[in-house]
């Protein structure tokens, strides 16, 4: 299972982190993605990342958000800094056993934690 938490809103240029924490699943080998979709669209990749590999980001976030995880606690974050307003949406965190060169692709993720709303207000 998938627990997300963190979304809120803020004002254009600001900053928030995304958590996901991550139970019943190998922390230490799984993919961790995360993903974020607004009403009518397809989810965009946003970043992923597994052990032993860096981070890999989609292009519209690159250089302002940064993933990392925490083995201990079994946590991913997102740390999400200089918000557009392009940037609100659901944020979804998302869980598959291996690393895939398919990583940007949501198909391929099997667990799913529940969205947290990302507001960025102009």
């Known amino acids: 299972q998938l627990q997300a938490s963190g979304g809120g809103w803020v004002q254009t240029g600001g900053s928030l982190r995304l958590s996901c924490t991550a139970s019943?699943?190998?922390?230490?080998?799984?993919?961790i993605a995360w993903f974020r979709q607004t009403p009518g669209k397809d989810r965009e990749f946003v970043a992923a990342?597994?052990?032993?590999?860096?981070?890999r980001y989609g292009d519209a976030v690159k250089g302002r958000f940064i993933f990392s995880r925490d083995r201990a606690k079994s946590t991913v974050y997102l740390q999400m800094n200089s918000l557009k307003p392009e940037d609100t949406a659901n944020y979804y965190c998302?869980?598959?056993?291996?690393?895939?060169?398919?990583?940007?692709?949501?198909?391929?993720?099997?667990?799913w934690g529940q969205g947290t709303l990302v507001t960025v207000s102009s």
């Open positions: 019943g699943l190998d922390f230490s080998t799984s993919a």
């Open positions: 990342g597994v052990s032993g590999r860096s981070p």
């Open positions: 998302a869980a598959r056993i291996r690393w895939t060169v398919q990583y940007d692709r949501d198909v391929w993720y099997d667990d």
